[in-house]
């Protein structure tokens, strides 16, 4: 694993010693201290102070890019040349060309990539999925998503931004690092989009990249969605709502809050509630041991996360684009 930041301490990392046949075995950290503290206390057998060196390590079959985006094309093709496949943190790069490119490599290497668009392994997405392929709604006429988020403390701290709005590290603002999760999983649930609009903008001016979007796709079926993002909405209006509308009813489920999907259907009411996994991340990871040991395949791959980056590309900066 290279990168000890807080996705993995308890979202991704402890996964790989709890599924059969999966082991964390190495991990690496740009500042060596932190990772020599964080493989005494995740019981990790080996820590590195180079990268690199991880990458080197025969006893390594797989490894986790857990950095910001910024590092990941670089760390991902230097993996391909040591014959290894790679499981990306989302975004899977910081552009859908960097996406491209380190696709195009590991197809040249016969090698998989595997992107943490865990969503796609997470129960409550796999009942939306579900209650949506069973045509309770009936023919789907209109999708709604909003996601509003107000601005974070650190925020306000120019002198010192997260890396989280830092374009050279991020791709771009909190919209690459949040709103990416909500697309991938339309993208799973009703198809890759045939078209992509979108318009944006930076309001507060707290920091580079927009923190202010919108956007129209056309998924499969002719099936239009009308999208926004702000983070700057003050914390009483938050909100994360996606709505699915149907001749036959409408259906209401969060992509981060996990609130309890709620679906109408004429004069019924039905609430369905979940239980996320104590390492959300797991599911996922399951599937990706399962695929490397010879059965099974993992939803999330090089190339559905490709096409999810092309999308944000497109919603920052872009005016049409047929995908």
Not at 186 to 208: C, M, Q, R, W
């Amino acid at each position: 694993m290279i990168g000890t930041g807080n996705v993995t301490e308890k979202k991704s990392a402890p996964s790989f010693n709890k599924i059969e046949n999966s082991q964390l075995v190495a991990v690496t950290n740009r500042t060596p201290d932190k990772a020599e503290n964080y493989a005494q206390r995740h019981g990790i057998p080996t820590w590195y102070k180079d990268p690199y060196e991880v990458i080197r390590d025969p006893e390594v079959d797989i490894v986790y890019i857990a950095t910001p985006p910024g590092s990941h094309m670089d760390y991902a093709l230097k993996t391909f040349k040591s014959g290894k496949p790679v499981y990306i943190e989302k975004p899977m790069a910081r552009t859908g060309e960097e996406c491209r490119i380190i696709n195009e490599a590991a197809e040249k290497a016969g090698l998989p990539v595997f992107v943490a668009y865990y969503r796609r392994g997470l129960e409550y997405f796999k009942k939306v999925k579900m209650i949506i392929d069973s045509g309770t709604l009936g023919k789907i006429l209109h999708i709604n998503l909003q996601q509003y988020y107000p601005a974070r403390p650190e925020d306000y701290d120019r002198a010192n931004l997260p890396w989280r709005v830092i374009p050279e590290d991020a791709g771009g603002g909190y919209f690459h690092d949040l709103g990416c999760h909500a697309l991938d999983i339309l993208f799973h649930i009703f198809g890759d989009p045939l078209e992509v609009s979108g318009k944006a903008s930076n309001i507060a001016g707290l920091y580079t990249p927009e923190d202010t979007l919108s956007a129209s796709l056309v998924l499969p079926g002719e099936l239009l969605v009308s999208a926004s993002w702000s983070f700057v909405t003050p914390e009483p209006f938050n909100k994360d709502l996606v709505e699915v509308t149907g001749e036959k009813g409408k259906l209401s489920f969060g992509i981060f809050s996990f609130q309890p999907i709620t679906l109408h259907s004429g004069d019924h009411k039905e609430t369905i509630a979940t239980i996320q996994p104590e390492h959300i991340q797991m599911p996922l990871i399951r599937t990706i041991v399962s695929e490397l040991n010879g059965h099974g395949r993992c939803p999330s791959n090089g190339r559905t996360a490709e096409v999810t980056s092309r999308a944000m590309d497109i919603i920052r900066g872009e005016t049409l684009s047929n995908l």
